[in-house]
């Protein structure tokens, strides 16, 4: 195997290195100026609204989205002084403690979403065509069993809209 990339495989990683990173910001703008929040709380408000009884421990929760339980913990905290997320002591172990998302939050996901899935169309899924989505999918995946061998990231087909009751 070749050190160095060709100029064609040079190419396509400098697009894909601009589009990780601009996609980001360009996704923390849109929530931040229609929700106010950043694409990470957005991301931790989802997970909760997708998990059984809206409920995780907190360390299942920071494997979900990627994150150090220290990063987690901060964000979870601004999430609690907005009323969107609760910590508890997990009833069957006290040691193990459990982020739910609490009514409010669930609000905020069912009244963020439109938005965000609207920007994630004009900015990914339009700018490929339905026709390509397939691939994205299919590439994304190969590049995240890499990143992620153990699957702790939950990108996996969601089995229900959001707004339906979990």
Request: overall charge neutral; glycine content about 8%; hydrophobic content about 45%.
């Amino acid at each position: 195997m070749e050190p160095w990339l060709s100029a064609e495989e040079q190419h396509a990683w400098r697009r894909f290195a601009a589009v990780f990173t601009l996609l980001p910001a360009a996704f923390d703008a849109q929530l931040q100026r229609d929700a106010g929040l950043t694409q990470f709380s957005y991301l931790v408000l989802a997970m909760l609204s997708e998990a059984p009884g809206r409920t995780m421990p907190m360390s299942e929760l920071a494997s979900t989205v990627s994150s150090s339980l220290s990063r987690l913990s901060h964000v979870v905290s601004r999430l609690e002084q907005q009323g969107w997320v609760a910590r508890e002591p997990c009833a069957g172990n006290g040691r193990v403690t459990m982020a739910r998302l609490t009514d409010a939050g669930w609000e905020k996901v069912v009244a963020t979403a439109p938005g965000h899935a609207a920007e994630v169309r004009r900015l990914v899924v339009d700018a490929i065509g339905p026709e390509q989505v397939g691939d994205l999918d299919r590439i994304a995946g190969a590049i995240l069993r890499r990143l992620d061998p153990s699957g702790r990231m939950r990108a996996n087909p969601i089995s229900r809209e959001v707004g339906e009751p979990s």
